[in-house]
């Protein structure tokens, strides 16, 4: 006789636990040894949230976010500095 357990176990898991920035909490299962996604989309408000734990920034509540959080959000320093570069590169009045 022979054993049906082996390569038909079901794989390891681990779940991720995500915070988005209106402090909703879920959890997304990775099959275990997969590189978890440091942030997420969350199911509930859309916003993008935190893997916890990541060494990324903790999520801002709107009420906390300054002009900087938002502008950060939406940009990386390096759209940030050709923007800026863009905008010294036009005539002046
Ligand atoms: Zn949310």
Redesign the pocket.
């Known amino acids: 006789m022979f054993s049906l357990v082996n390569s038909n176990e079901f794989a390891q898991r681990a779940d991720a636990e995500y915070f988005?920035?209106?402090?909703?909490r879920?959890v997304i299962t990775f099959a275990a040894g997969v590189a978890q996604p440091v942030t997420w989309d969350?199911?509930?408000?859309?916003?993008s949230?935190q893997l916890a734990g990541s060494q990324a920034e903790a999520p801002v509540s709107d009420a906390n976010r300054s002009h900087w959080d938002i502008v950060r959000e939406r940009r990386t320093l390096g759209e940030l500095a050709d923007l800026l570069s863009q905008h010294d590169a036009q005539p002046k009045p």
Do not use: Y
């Not at 969350?42 to 916003?47: T, V």
């Open positions: 988005c920035v209106n402090n909703h879920f969350c199911p509930r408000c859309g916003q949230a």
